[in-house]
């Protein structure tokens, strides 16, 4: 089940005149969640578009499976309504005369909607189907979006920068639901995004869109190593990228999540026991603290020694934690911490102090 | 006000040439609407302004070249009575014909506008959901834009109506034949001693118009409230 793309489009006068930048593509994308991420302006939407057969490419081939959706040299370009692609708009594109029932109707009306109540009850919509898309708050008009796109049945889904324009409250929120989406979908999703964070959370594959094109995807834990992603996007070597396992799961949804042997506490509605995890912890979520804090709603305090200090022009510091091996199965295991300089000072930090890592927030890739 | 049998027949060709202008302009209306908002092409810009021109010409203008393009003795208008039996020249049809080309830019231009604000994303979603081109147009352009259209609807009609200028250019002022409302109070303006006749002409024209407009924009009204509280068009 894979998308094989190789395709160039915009090289022709009429086509670059709406479009500055040509586009070249020659890359595979599998199941899974694989973002395809690049500045604005840079030619997601435009890819998007012509995987979906809203735009023909100047030349080559795009088949999923053994189904040529397009081919140049055969002369095929099959339309938007045959190639199984759904497509979320960034702004959703949810039809304004149409309740939510309706438009979750509309690719097949002759259908019932209790064929599709178990993932609309998954996204939580079932008290909106007799609602009009005005009346209803962003993420429920994105959820619905992407169950309207599920109800046709697609084989592969396109989600056009579907966190972008939410405050971040409801952007986790949606984070959620969109990994939810993995175990309703089973095809490639694509998600288009300019923002570093959504690829973090919730992508298996990137793939970097640039002035050379788009580049095949990379395993996530491999491309954060890799200097042009690096410098793309501006990252210095402080993220924090872990393995872990879902250790116990409690039934009010704490998980302890095994990392090298030591254990953290998270709240992961959808996680599973046993299940292996990539968890990502962002710098500014973990703070230091000279002695243990006792009333704190913080999960994981965890006792640790400053093993470097990094600093750069800006005001941010980075502090590179090490946690001990406390017994023979534990590997050690380190973490940066950003924090202020004034913190710094304040704390008066050294190399080789003992400090308690107090870990905000930890994000589970699945 | 009892009408004469003189007054019943203009107010029956006047209503029977807008309503055959109607039947024509709606269909075509929309269809060249649609496809300039939907679709760029070469020359688009030419087509454009030929549409609209009745609408900035003097009507006499439009009036004279349908009299040299569909006259008996024209190659068009001979073909047109040879092979099909159908002949425009001073009567009924000639008006009806006037009013349309005179009226479909309005039309066009409205719901053409109505059309454009549609969000282009939703035609490409629906694309994507697998409906068909006939359906993104009677499911989501239609409905949507149905505002415009109706808005466009009674311009039309209200122009059609009151066709003059191409009118008595291209078929003439014949009482029964082409002489619809505004042609048989321009004869009564015109002759002495007819002050009553044209003055109970122009109540009926008042009326009549008037009848029409307020009913579509009571209807409108409604329709666009709908919109404004989310409900169903």
Redesign the interface.
């Known amino acids: 089940m894979s998308l094989s793309v190789n395709i160039r489009y915009g090289f022709l006068k009429a086509q670059s005149k709406a479009h500055p930048r040509p586009i070249k593509a020659k890359c595979e994308f599998d199941v899974g969640i694989t973002a395809i991420v690049g500045p604005s302006g840079s030619g997601k939407s435009t890819f998007a578009?012509l995987l979906?057969?809203?735009l023909t490419p100047t030349a080559g081939t795009i088949t999923y499976n053994d189904k040529a959706y397009f081919d140049h040299a055969k002369k095929i370009n099959r339309?938007?309504?045959?190639?199984a692609?759904?497509?979320v708009?960034q702004?959703n594109?949810l039809?304004?005369?149409l309740t939510v029932r309706e438009n979750i109707l509309?690719?097949?009306p002759a259908q019932t909607i209790n064929v599709f109540l178990p993932i609309i009850k998954a996204f939580e919509i079932d008290h909106l189907l007799d609602r009009?898309?005005?009346?209803i708050s962003g993420g429920e008009a994105k959820r619905t979006a992407i169950v309207?796109?599920l109800a046709?049945e697609?084989e592969i889904l396109i989600l056009d920068e579907a966190l972008t324009g939410l405050d971040k409250a409801k952007k986790n929120v949606l984070i959620d639901y969109l990994k939810l989406l993995k175990q309703h979908f089973d095809g490639p999703i694509l998600m288009m995004t300019h923002q570093i964070e959504d690829v973090f959370k919730l992508a298996d594959m990137v793939s970097i869109i640039d002035q050379d094109g788009i580049k095949p995807p990379q395993p996530i834990d491999h491309i954060i190593h890799d200097k042009d992603f690096k410098n793309h996007f501006q990252l210095n070597d402080n993220i924090n990228f872990l393995h872990g396992k879902i250790s116990e799961k409690s039934d009010d949804g704490i998980c302890h999540i095994s990392i090298a042997g030591h254990s953290f506490k998270s709240y992961q509605k959808n996680a599973e026991k046993g299940q292996t995890v990539r968890l990502y912890i962002e710098p500014k979520d973990i703070s230091i603290a000279l002695s243990p804090p006792t009333d704190t709603s913080i999960l994981n305090i965890v006792a640790a020694k400053v093993q470097s200090i990094s600093q750069n022009e800006s005001g941010i510091a980075y502090v590179t934690l090490s946690f001990e091996a406390d017994n023979e199965d534990t590997i050690p295991l380190t973490l940066n911490a950003a924090i202020t300089r004034q913190s710094l000072t304040h704390l008066n930090l050294q190399k080789g102090q003992d400090v308690f890592a107090l870990i905000k927030a930890l994000s589970v890739l699945g | 006000m009892i009408l004469s049998s003189y007054e019943m027949a203009a107010i029956g060709l006047s209503l029977k040439v807008a309503a055959i202008s109607m039947m024509v302009i709606i269909p075509l209306g929309l269809a060249i609407a649609y496809g300039l908002s939907r679709h760029n092409f070469k020359g688009k810009a030419l087509i454009e302004t030929i549409i609209n021109l009745p609408l900035v010409l003097p009507p006499v203008v439009i009036g004279y070249l349908l009299l040299m393009a569909f006259n008996r003795q024209a190659p068009l208008g001979q073909f047109l009575e040879d092979v099909f039996g159908l002949s425009f020249a001073f009567n009924w049809l000639g008006a009806a014909l006037a009013s349309t080309i005179i009226a479909l830019p309005l039309f066009i231009r409205s719901a053409k506008a109505g059309f454009d604000m549609v969000n282009p994303h939703l035609a490409k979603s629906a694309q994507t959901l697998g409906a068909s081109n006939v359906r993104i147009f009677t499911r989501i352009y239609l409905p949507l834009s149905l505002p415009a259209i109706m808005a466009g609807g009674i311009l039309a009609f209200a122009r059609a109506i009151g066709e003059f200028g191409a009118t008595i250019t291209f078929v003439s002022n014949i009482p029964s034949l082409t002489q619809t409302l505004p042609l048989a109070l321009y004869q009564a303006a015109q002759a002495p001693n007819m002050e009553e006749q044209a003055f109970r002409l122009m109540v009926i024209s008042i009326v009549l118009s008037f009848g029409v407009i307020y009913i579509s924009q009571i209807w409108l009204n409604k329709s666009s409230q709908k919109d404004l509280s989310g409900q169903r068009l």
Request: hydrophobic share 35%; aromatic share 18%.
């Open positions: 578009h979906a057969g809203l339309p938007p309504q045959t190639r692609i759904g497509y708009f702004d594109a039809f304004p005369h509309f690719s097949d009009f898309p005005q009346t309207r796109a046709a697609p």
